[in-house]
């Protein structure tokens, strides 16, 4: 190797070198270390002293796989994941398309109040939407009676809790989505949306077959990092629900949470936290493979 590729090979390595540092102390070590903890009763116990941690092998994800509220848990968060990935992308696939388009007036104040909810705080604004969805006194249900229907008990019910929970969500969180999609939509070639107008095509054709596979790459970046925000849903059914009403907004993370946490289970969560990721693998190599098979990638 000549004197010049070592010189280049040093200098990436010194400025990699802080970046992979970070992610192997911060992500890689409390990683493995996480693995290692589920095969272990670690408890509070173990926390006052390490003579009592004993290693269980598989005993850990035995229990959670006899657990019903795992699987309760394991559900609620796919039905998360199955309707709040498209109701997220979809709409802010929409509002880039709104902010990208020409005939909309003072677009630079657009992209900012459409980005808004997804910069304020978590807590803060789960909290303001409680107060909103509130049964008698909220905001929803007054604007739901001047239409005459009747009041919704959106966090107390089984069946509205769910449905509330992904509104909110995705109020959130598109503003994120929808400037990624809006520099994906900016570098589409205007030439090719021309040249469909001019052969007669629709708006409707063009978003098919123009715009849908220019950004289809983004279109799967954006898939993947919804999936995975959803798996990973804690915050929301916290602060709105507390899990509730009977268990019907119940995430992996917040059933994880409660082992770890509420009962001092660490070795428990710790294999919740492992299955989780198992899980986000499992279904991004999915769309990986159907995005790859579809030419997306």
Known sequence: MSIARIREARAGWSMTGPALAAIILFFLIPAAASLVLSFTDFDIYALANLDNLRFVGFQNYERLLENPLFWKAMANTLLFVLVG????????????????????KWRPIWRVALFAPYVTTLVATAVVWRYLLHTRYGLVN?????????????????????????????????????IIFLAALQAVPRELDEAARLDGAGWAMRLRHVTLPAIAPTLLLVSVLTVAAMFQLFTEPYVMTQGGPAQSTVTVLYFMYEEGFKWWNLGSGAAVAFLLFLCILAVTLVQLRLARRGGAI
């Open 85 to 104: 990935t498209p109701f997220i992308v979809i709409l802010s696939l929409f509002a880039a398309m709104l902010v990208n388009s020409h005939w909309l």
């Open 142 to 178: 007054y604007l739901l009676s001047l239409f005459g229907a009747g009041p919704v008990d959106w966090l107390g019910s089984p069946t509205a809790s769910l449905p509330a929970i992904l509104i909110f969500v995705g109020w959130k969180s598109f503003g994120y989505n929808m």
